[in-house]
């Protein structure tokens, strides 16, 4: 087994590396997508989360929209998003998306969401209905949902992923070992069951998986072996940077080659698409996934 250079926990205190630079975004496309969001007020998960390849996606024609709120039921050790109690859905939302997609002349939509446990359908209805009226106004748009842990529930499942979204993806997060740390009320094999059922119903499936937390590489390596035998199609994989004090410490800086390494293994392993890099987010070149 090949041994790859990783930063120290210790080293992560001092400085983040370079390959960690995020290049400023440019380009005609990004700002008229700019221009629109500013005049509309619109809401994107590539600004609320400072992802650092906001430029180059939008340059692509991809954004990323979060529906249900902004307020989510689960407490993952990772994620800046709110906990807490939701305040009721707004029922107009799939149109005011559908809307802003139009508006915004996106190639491909990436919609998320927050955790609503507390609701029986786990908001499957409206996001069945995002995707219905989006394709209804922006017919040549093509649609990724990337969908929560619906913790079994499987109907509301079926409901999600039955709009006409050519994508569904549902992020592990991490190793099976860290997952009581990292995602405290998910179960690693439920999610391996959420993706190996949404395969079944005929979707292009899709995971990510965040690197840096403390897992081993035969950890990477069990995961992914456990990916494809569940029918999942296209993995990415990232740096896991963390948002606040508050949160899970970063345990190293992956290097860039040990990235590439995991993309060769993932696809000899029978992935069939990995997208790995210490920048790599869920919805990095995400119009790439929609054939593959």
Known sequence: MIELP?????????????????????????AKVR???????????CESGNCPNMGECWGAGTATFMILGNVCTRSCSFCAV????????????PRRVAEAIKLMGVKHAVITSVNRDELKDRGAEIWYQTVVKTKELSPETTIETLIP?????????????????????????????????????AKYTRSLEQIKLTKEYGKRTKTGIMLGLGETKEEVY????DLVAHG?????????????????EVAEFI?????????????KRGLKYVES?????SSYHAERHVNV
């Open 232 to 248: 999942c199609d296209i993995l990415t994989l990232g740096q896991y940077l963390q948002p606040t004090k508050m949160h899970i």
């Open 6 to 30: 990783v930063i120290s926990e210790e080293a992560t205190r001092r400085k983040k590396p370079d390959w960690l630079r995020v290049k400023l975004p440019v380009g005609k496309e990004y």
């Open 35 to 45: 221009k629109l969001v500013d005049q509309h007020k619109l809401h994107t998960i």
């Open 82 to 93: 709110a906990t807490g109690r939701p305040p009721e859905y707004d029922e107009d939302e």
């Open 149 to 185: 842990d619906v913790k079994a529930n499987w109907d509301a499942l079926y409901r999600m992923i039955s709009g006409g979204q050519e994508v569904v993806s549902h992020n592990m997060e991490t190793v099976e070992s860290l997952y009581r740390r990292v995602r405290p009320q």
């Open 255 to 267: 290097h860039p080659d040990l990235f590439e390494h995991y993309r060769e293994e993932g696809l």
């Open 277 to 281: 890099g210490p920048l790599v987010r």
């Open 222 to 225: 069990k995961a992914m072996d």
